[in-house]
């Protein structure tokens, strides 16, 4: 394998490497404060579409984290660019929340349900069946179909929760059309990141809790890859998969030094 550059940049995951069920991961907070002190590039992603990430800010500031607003990249964020960079000023249906709905207001889309070019689904807690109707029809009708994310479930404290890939399973299989999904594992959204904070591939490190999302976007990126093992991806499941991290760590607390 050849000898990488040192790490200038960081991205990382949230749910699973920071926080996991609304509690700090130990060490998430020395981690985020030797960023801001170094004053190297980072960002924070996460697939959720719900929030703003103003409102990311404010959930990760109730516990401890401090993650400037600047420093949150979501898949609503990374989805919002991708379709002013495919369709500038276009229109959307969209089912989401406001972390989505935000993100396409402020690049000048319209939302509607009248022969809009996309339906945009993003992860929400109240999907509707008249919602999923109406995407439907709308995509039968020609509307390109786009989806934040792949993630099939959610994590809850009750357990798992239906997520964005599962309704578009569902829409899928009612309409014949498969979605084009912006989220991690596409690498999309990793250099849309990158080039947000003006990083370099060859010089930046993805920290995920994932193998199938996190790792895997970060290496068809180009990314150094850490896996943390405090979220869904358990050790004796890592050999399963056909790629490999370039490190494995048992918690973001392993990695501080590295910054």
Known sequence: MAERKPIESWLTDMDGVLMHEGIPVPGADAFIKRLKESGRPFLVLTNNSIYTPRDL??????????????????????????LDDQRPGGT?????????????????????????????????????????TKAIRLINDGARFIATNPDE??????????????????ITKATGREPYFVGKPNPLMMRAG??????HSETTAMVGDRMDTDVRAGMEAGLETFLVLTGL???????LF??????????IADLVDRV
């Open 57 to 82: 800010h404010a959930r990760l500031a109730r516990i401890g984290l401090d993650v400037p607003t600047e420093n949150i990249w979501t898949s609503a964020l990374a989805t919002a660019q991708f």
């Open 92 to 132: 959307a249906y969209v089912i989401g929340e406001a972390g989505l709905t935000t993100a396409l207001h402020d690049i000048g889309y319209v939302l509607t349900d009248h022969a809009p070019d996309y339906v945009v689904l993003g992860e929400t807690r109240t999907y509707s069946f008249e919602a999923l």
């Open 153 to 170: 479930t959610g994590p809850s404290a009750e357990g798992a929760l239906p997520a964005t890939g599962s309704v578009a399973a569902l």
């Open 194 to 199: 990158l080039n947000a904070i003006g990083a």
């Open 233 to 239: 991806t358990r050790p004796n499941e890592v050999d």
């Open 242 to 251: 056909p790629y490999r991290p370039s490190s494995v760590a048992d918690s």
